[in-house]
T-cell receptor, first 110, second 114 residues
Framework: GQQLNQSPQSMFIQEGEDVSMNCTSS?????WLWYKQEPGEGPVLLIA?????ELTSNGRLTAQFGITRKDSFLNISASIPSDVGIYFC??????????FGKGTHLIIQP | NAGVTQTPKFRVLKTGQSMTLLCAQD?????MYWYRQDPGMGLRLIHY???????AKGEVPDGYNVSRLKKQNFLLGLESAAPSQTSVYFC?????????????FGPGTRLTVL
């Protein structure tokens, strides 16, 4: 099946720093989604991308749909303590469900 | 709107027991999904439904059955639970197929099989 490689696996940063994470795939995706999950909760949608090359922002978050349709990145600017959590990329190819990356654990040190 | 709700939140089963997880959504979404989340594995699709009365297999369907008798409900059943089914189960729903497939997730059910 389709696989997504998400990196880094975890990040330890200082409050105020910028964050960057990415996902790559061996297959082409038509849609890229970025989710955040906090402990004991379900994933919450942050940004959805539908076109190759698309760059979309949501507050301090910016995500891009790679031109090759095989990758996407998420940037968080000026991190704050509430940004802590696990960030997942997810892609949709021809199937109806989503393929998820294994997540990036973001830990912020005050 | 409550969004996507799941019951129960926690459950402990013995090997061989059966149970049903219930997912309900009040957003009039056509599509519903069941995922399992294991440490280091991300979320993996078990089964999904494209509408009332229809179901389809996902990536890891073995050992599970589903039913979608009403548009707002999607049930996940384990007929004979195994320790390998210890996981956190998430239900999701989305409005329609095609390019726009933003899935909204429930809070999860944590299942332990002893």
């Amino acid at each position: 099946g389709q696989q997504l490689n998400q990196s880094p696996q975890s990040m330890f940063i200082q409050e105020g720093e910028d964050v960057s994470m990415n996902c790559t795939s061996s297959s082409i995706f038509n849609t890229w989604l970025w989710y955040k999950q906090e402990p004991g909760e379900g994933p919450v949608l942050l940004i959805a991308l539908y076109k190759a090359g698309e760059l979309t922002s949501n507050g301090r978050l910016t995500a891009q749909f790679g031109i090759t349709r095989k990758d996407s990145f998420l940037n968080i600017s000026a991190s704050i303590p509430s940004d802590v959590g696990i960030y997942f990329c997810a892609g949709r190819g021809g199937a109806d469900g989503l393929t998820f990356g294994k997540g990036t654990h973001l830990i912020i040190q005050p | 709107n409550a969004g996507v709700t799941q019951t129960p939140k926690f459950r402990v089963l013995k090997t061989g027991q059966s149970m049903t997880l219930l997912c309900a959504q009040d957003m009039n979404h056509e599509y519903m999904y069941w995922y399992r989340q294991d440490p280091g594995m991300g979320l993996r699709l078990i089964h999904y439904s494209v509408g009332e009365g229809t179901t389809a297999k996902g990536e890891v369907p073995d050992g599970y059955n589903v039913s979608r008798l009403k548009k707002q409900n999607f049930l996940l059943g384990l007929e004979s639970a195994a320790p390998s089914q210890t996981s956190v189960y998430f239900c999701a729903s989305s409005y329609l197929r095609g390019a726009y497939n933003e899935q909204f997730f429930g809070p999860g059910t944590r299942l332990t099989v002893l």
